[in-house]
């Protein structure tokens, strides 16, 4: 089983794949899969990324990730946030506050 940082399976098409083409051209140093909405509970227990980028979160995401991001639930323009178990919300939620939550998971799991 190979490492990976960030799973991404939003119910959107566009906004999975925009979200991984952004992810790999400014994190190159991350391993990122997406994969369709369906088979995200399936990737998220074989693969235990560290972060899933979801529209909804299910009971599999909050029991094997670390981290996890629900990208306009709900159609809401925010974004619900869970790193080691803090949860927040992020009004009009900006790539670059998504990838921010990926660098708050490393320094999280450094200190």
Do not use: N
């Not at 399976?9 to 999975?16: E, K, S």
């Not at 088979?39 to 094997?64: F, S």
């Not at 178990?85 to 921010?100: F, M, N, Q």
């Amino acid at each position: 089983m190979s490492r990976t940082d960030v799973l991404i399976g939003h119910h959107l098409p566009l906004y999975r794949e925009v979200l991984s083409s952004t992810f790999r051209s400014m994190r190159p140093d991350l391993l990122i899969c997406s994969v369709p909405e369906v088979e995200l509970d399936q990737k998220v227990q074989e693969l235990r990324p560290l972060l899933v980028i979801c529209g909804m979160v299910t009971t599999v995401i909050a029991d094997y990730s670390s981290a996890w991001i629900a990208l306009y639930p709900e159609d809401r323009d925010e974004a619900l946030v869970s790193v080691a178990g803090k949860r927040r919300t992020i009004p009009h939620a900006s790539v670059l506050e998504l990838l921010g939550v990926m660098e708050e998971l490393e320094s999280t799991a450094s200190s």
